[in-house]
Structure formats: structure tokens, C-alpha cells
């Protein structure tokens, strides 16, 4: 069975730099791309960040590019997302979520992990 | 980047009913096109990928079509499990864009 456990989410001051993780467990990790999607409060989804399976290519939305650096330990069947310089409006539940195999659809979710930027 | 908007944002209908949920999309995406369900609480789930694949479990009421800049989500007979909000998502471009959902609620 596919599982995907985030963790690190929290209270965080503005300008602070916490990390998620993503355990997955249920399939080769290796094999698939990742990626972290947010939704703040009471709004939609944001698509955030992608990482490649193997060589690890990446790539990010407008509003994170720079702040946030997504990376993979294949060893560990973890997912990473390093967050930076947080803001108020980087509120929300980050989930994050794997592949199917046809490419790119997202097919698992984790439960998802609170972020809140609040001084 | 691409932006995907939806129509209605809100939708009211009942048990039986059929239902479509409209996606445009900025500019040609082909057919690179999903759709989400999220329920309250939960986080989402994929009902249908380029544009027309069933999602494996996902009842047959569901169907999508479309392609090029419109698309479309049919729901052929709600059901009370149905009632949720929606988001259509392109693959085409990064970054893959997500639109702004649409709530389906009970009559």
C-alpha cells in the first residue's frame, strides 16, 4: 500500500526556515517524481515544486523560486522541502504527492502538513 | 504561466442529477488535463487524468473530455459521496496550474 507521511509542520515566526519531509513507503521511490502542492486556508491548490526520480531535476512555482529548494534521499524513500525568508502569505497545508505512472498526475497525496506564519 | 478557470465556481444540485464542470484553459494544453476531488479535511484525489483516463476505483459516473484550451468534468448521476469541491489541473506547461475549484453542494 502507498503511503505518503509528511512531517515538520509548525508554528513559524516571518522570515523563518523550516523543512518538511515526506516518508514514502509502498513503491520504488526511486522510480517516480515527486512534488509539494499547498492550499492556504479556506483556498485552492497551489502547485508548488517538482523533483525527478533519479538525476533529480527540479522546478518551482513563481512564488517560491529561490525561497524553497525541494531534494530527495532515494536512500531513504524521503521527500524534502527546505522553506526560506517565510512569509505570512506561505500559510497553508503542504501536501505532498507522487506520480502515477502514465507521468506527471498525481495519484498519491500524503494527509498533509500545517505551516503557520505568524509572529 | 497557464491559468485554468473554472465554471461555476459554486454549483447546487441533487442526488440523481447530472452535472458538468467546465475548465478553460489560457492557452492549447492538448490533452494534458486532470481532474481532483477534495473533500473537506482530506487531501485531494484523482478522479481522471489526460483528460479522459479513469483513475483506477473511481466509479464510471465520472467522465471527462475536452481538449485543446476546453474542457469538460461529467458527473452522470450524483451521488451523496459526490458532494465535494473539484480542481481541473494542466500538465502541459510547467508550472502545472491548478484552477480555482468548484463546489458542488446539495440541493
Known amino acids: 500500500e502507498v503511503q505518503l507521511v509528511e512531517s515538520g509542520g509548525a508554528l513559524v515566526q516571518p522570515g523563518g526556515s523550516p523543512r518538511l519531509s515526506c516518508a514514502a513507503s509502498g513503491f520504488t521511490f526511486s522510480n517516480y517524481a515527486m512534488y509539494w502542492v499547498r492550499q492556504a486556508p479556506g483556498k485552492g491548490l497551489e502547485w508548488l515544486s517538482y523533483?525527478?526520480?533519479?538525476?533529480?531535476?527540479?522546478y518551482y512555482a513563481d512564488s517560491v523560486r529561490g525561497r524553497f529548494t525541494i531534494s530527495r534521499d532515494n536512500s531513504r524513500n524521503t521527500l524534502y522541502l527546505q522553506m526560506n525568508s517565510l512569509r505570512a502569505e506561505d500559510t497553508a497545508v503542504y501536501y505532498c504527492?507522487?506520480?502515477?505512472?502514465?507521468?506527471?498526475?498525481?495519484?498519491?497525496w500524503g494527509q498533509g502538513t500545517l505551516v503557520t506564519v505568524s509572529s | 504561466d497557464i491559468q485554468l478557470t473554472q465554471s461555476p465556481s459554486f454549483l447546487s444540485a441533487s442526488v440523481g442529477d447530472r452535472v458538468t464542470i467546465t475548465c478553460r484553459a489560457s492557452?492549447?494544453?492538448?490533452?494534458?488535463l486532470a481532474w481532483y476531488q477534495q473533500k473537506p479535511g482530506k487531501a485531494p484525489k484523482l478522479l481522471i487524468y489526460?483528460?479522459?483516463t479513469l483513475q483506477s476505483g473511481v466509479p464510471s459516473r465520472f467522465s471527462g473530455s475536452g481538449s485543446g484550451t476546453e474542457f469538460t468534468l461529467t458527473i452522470s448521476s450524483l451521488q451523496p459521496e459526490d458532494f465535494a469541491t473539484y480542481y481541473c489541473q494542466q500538465l502541459n506547461t510547467y508550472p502545472h496550474t491548478f484552477g480555482q475549484g468548484t463546489k458542488l453542494e446539495i440541493k
Open positions: 492557452q492549447d494544453i492538448s490533452t494534458y
Open positions: 489526460a483528460t479522459s
Open positions: 504527492a507522487k506520480e502515477n505512472s502514465y507521468g506527471g498526475y498525481l495519484d498519491y
Open positions: 523533483i525527478s526520480g533519479g538525476v533529480g531535476s527540479t
